[in-house]
């Protein structure tokens, strides 16, 4: 057994701690970059602390998935208000940036050179400035997490810059962030917190420390997803549900980065660089039928006698056991209990964004050598990477 584990420095959790931004963030810095998404109303829980520790700032808006471009613009910015720190609050989007335009800060030269796949791909040798992250979505996890998805649109793709040194100095979740969220948001968010269990917790780089996290996320997840989207339908307050949601997409994030993904997100990729369709929702409309190719594929080997396979197997039952909240549950129930989760969630069927019988070729070709299809927890042939995607769809 080998693995690593790489985390944030300083994990702050817990409703009411955004109220500790200002000290925070004044430990590391004189004058703060806040990369925000499209509401900047929403940034007064933030500077109200930030004002009364006497830290200056500056706001730069992230209105969609990050660019390329846009870091460039954030790297200027931040260079022109003389910024010494960065803090990334929003969803997904904003802490990417944010996360990136700390890295570029520190690491100086072109980004195009650092990034995977449509770069060379050179490692950072400087370190991130210091950053903060502060979620105010529960579901990507990339408070803790070590690499940034941007989009180049030029390539139709999306990639990452990846480093160890880019991992947030102090993450700081505070549920009640999340309260506001929409029912949409609610959903897609959920369901990447939920992808983001099962897919490390079924990898074939699953490790114990990592296992852990996913147990405790995925027991959440199950209890609360759809109670938090179904206040959110109705105006209802749910603190219990959008703690518990909050806690999942933390502890995927912390999976995620230290034991792989597989399947779904080898797909997600791909599709979220060529159409408008949210992570979330596709990562949830793709795994459930990640997880009965998956399950398939290892029965199989597993009748050869492989030994492997009936591990991953057992990774699936107790799965399915923690989700459903039944001793006896199987893969089998756990296929459709995620079908339906997505359908009560709302989540359309792939080609509502677009997704086409001609695209399917060049989507496969692209998830087959996503980064992530290499945790899978067994190595798909072309005609069930076929399978998945037009299931989907």
């Known amino acids: 057994m080998q693995f690593e584990f790489a985390t944030a420095t300083r994990i702050v959790f817990g409703p009411g701690r955004i109220r500790e931004a200002g000290a925070i963030a004044a430990g590391l810095g004189h ?9 900047p109303d929403r940034l007064a829980p933030l500077l109200a602390p930030l004002e009364a520790a006497g830290v200056a700032h500056r706001r730069f808006g992230v209105h969609r998935e990050p660019t390329i471009d846009l870091v460039e613009r954030g790297v200027e910015a931040a260079r022109g208000a003389g910024a010494d720190a960065v803090i990334g609050f929003g969803g997904g989007s904003a802490i990417d940036a944010a996360k990136a335009i700390a890295a570029m800060l520190g690491a100086g030269g072109d980004l195009l050179e650092h990034l995977e796949v449509i770069g060379a791909g050179k490692p950072l040798e400087r370190a991130s400035i210091p950053w903060i992250a502060i979620p105010t979505t529960a579901g990507t996890g990339s408070e803790v997490t070590r690499n940034a998805v941007l989009a180049s649109p030029e390539h139709r793709v999306k990639v990452s810059l990846r480093s160890p040194s880019m991992l947030a100095r102090v993450a700081l979740v505070d549920p009640e962030l999340t309260a506001s969220l929409p029912p949409d948001t609610t959903a897609s968010s959920g369901l990447d917190a939920l992808t983001q269990l099962v897919e490390p917790f079924t990898s074939s780089r699953a490790n114990p420390l990592a296992d852990g996290f996913c147990r405790e996320g995925m027991a959440r997840v199950g209890q609360s997803l759809r109670a938090a989207f179904e206040a959110a339908a109705t105006g209802r307050a749910a603190p219990a549900a959008r703690e518990d949601m909050s806690l999942a997409a933390l502890l995927g994030g912390l999976a995620l980065a230290n ?71 199987t893969p089998r129930d756990l296929v459709p209990w995620l079908v339906d989760l997505v359908d009560a969630l709302g989540v359309p069927r792939l080609a509502a964004y677009g997704v086409g019988t001609s695209d399917v070729p060049d989507l496969v070709a692209a998830a087959a050598g996503a980064s992530s299809m290499q945790a899978n927890p067994v190595r798909l042939s072309p005609e069930e990477l076929v399978e998945i995607l037009e299931r989907s769809m």
Do not use: W
């Open 259 to 329: 034991a792989g993904l597989g399947a779904a997100h080898g797909f997600a990729a791909p599709i979220g660089g060529r159409f408008d369709a949210p992570h979330g929702a596709v990562c949830g409309r793709l795994l459930p039928v990640v997880v009965s190719v998956n399950v398939s594929a290892l029965d199989r080997h597993a009748a050869s006698g492989d030994a492997a396979a009936h591990a991953g197997l057992a990774r699936y039952d107790q799965a399915a056991r923690i989700l459903l909240r039944r001793p006896s549950a």
């Open 31 to 39: 004058r703060m970059l806040i990369v925000t998404g499209a509401s």
